[in-house]
């Protein structure tokens, strides 16, 4: 019998909802990868394979996202 995966889904979750949450804390970050693993961003940089091993050491599914170089950065929970 084959075990079924968990499917997740980027939307209701913890780093969703922290990001949309928290837009000045990510702000912070423009231009870079970013990396969240529940309500902290864990890692960040310029390269993603560098941010993705960092992040890796924090769990097994962290949130990666590539924020935007704009003046106004809006996450919304659809």
Do not use: C
């Amino acid at each position: 019998m084959r075990k079924k995966n968990k499917k997740t889904t980027f939307k209701g979750s913890a780093e969703h909802d922290w990001l949309v949450a928290n837009p000045m804390e990510v702000a912070k970050y423009t231009g870079q990868y970013i990396a969240v693993v529940g309500k902290k961003i864990v890692a960040h940089g310029y390269n993603f394979e560098k941010v993705y091993e960092k992040a890796k050491k924090y769990g097994e599914d962290p949130v990666f996202d590539k924020v935007p170089n704009a003046e106004v950065l809006v996450y919304v929970a659809i």
